[in-house]
């Protein structure tokens, strides 16, 4: 059983602030991992991915990974009002003897940013 | 560049009704995902198709069928509808099956079954 865990929420932070997203994973041959953003009543919009084990910056978002504590998360820094949605954890795992892939999506940790 | 689009937005049908649910893969993807997202949880994987084939499946009932044409579109079938069938239907497309298998979400068919 290959599951996706996120940090229960919801998350509330003052706008200016830095907000802190987890998520784990169980499945060891994970190599691909991602960050979609969700507003309500709207589709997923993918905005972070990461392959390596590290920090990626991409404007004020940081995504980390450790593979060996299977543990990927998502630092929004100067968080504001427009920040305001779910966020997704997906993590790519890829079937032995295949090049295709498939997400694995967590449930989602809901953050507001008030101002 | 155009993005994943589908259709229809949304969609009501009654208990045993049939529905069919359609997408367009973004320009230079050839590769097709469709996910399932009841309200409060993320998306669940339905089946995945690439050169017209089913390649990969998730855990739901033969209900759910697709079909994928030469133009790298798709379609999701559902037969026999139940309630617990209502949820938002999401298609994603990739086009790049190595390290990143980045995926692309579309604005999804909202699905009420009564």
């Known amino acids: 059983q290959k599951e996706v865990e996120q940090n229960s929420g919801p998350l509330s932070v003052p706008e200016g602030a830095i907000a802190s997203l987890n998520c784990t994973y169980s499945?060891?041959?994970?190599?691909?991992f991602f960050w979609y953003r969700q507003y309500s009543g709207k589709s997923p919009e993918l905005i972070m991915s990461?392959?390596?084990?590290g920090d990626k910056e991409d404007g004020r978002f940081t995504a980390q990974l450790n593979k060996a504590s299977q543990y990927v998360s998502l630092l929004i820094r100067d968080s504001q009002p427009s920040d305001s949605a779910t966020y997704l954890c997906?993590?790519?795992?890829?079937?032995?003897?295949?090049?295709?892939?498939?997400?694995?999506f967590g449930r989602g940790t809901q953050l507001t940013v008030w101002p | 560049d155009a993005g994943v689009t589908q259709s229809p937005t949304h969609l009501i049908k009654t208990r045993g009704q049939q529905v069919t649910l359609r997408c367009s893969p973004k320009?230079?993807?050839?590769?097709v995902s469709w996910y399932q997202q009841a309200l409060g949880q993320g998306p669940q994987f339905i089946f995945q198709?690439?050169?017209?084939?089913?390649?990969q499946r998730g855990n739901f009932p033969d209900r759910f069928s697709g079909h994928q044409f030469p133009n790298y579109s798709s379609e999701l079938n559902v037969n026999a509808l139940l309630l617990g069938d209502s949820a938002l239907y999401l298609c994603?497309?990739?086009?790049?099956?190595?390290?990143?298998?980045?995926?692309?979400f579309g604005p999804g068919t909202r699905l009420t079954v009564t």
């Open positions: 994603a497309s990739t086009g790049d099956r190595k390290l990143s298998y980045e995926q692309y």
């Open positions: 499945d060891r041959v994970s190599q691909s």
């Open positions: 990461i392959y390596s084990n």
């Open positions: 997906a993590v790519n795992i890829q079937n032995r003897g295949s090049t295709l892939g498939r997400l694995y």
């Open positions: 320009s230079g993807h050839d590769t």
């Open positions: 198709y690439y050169e017209e084939e089913e390649r």
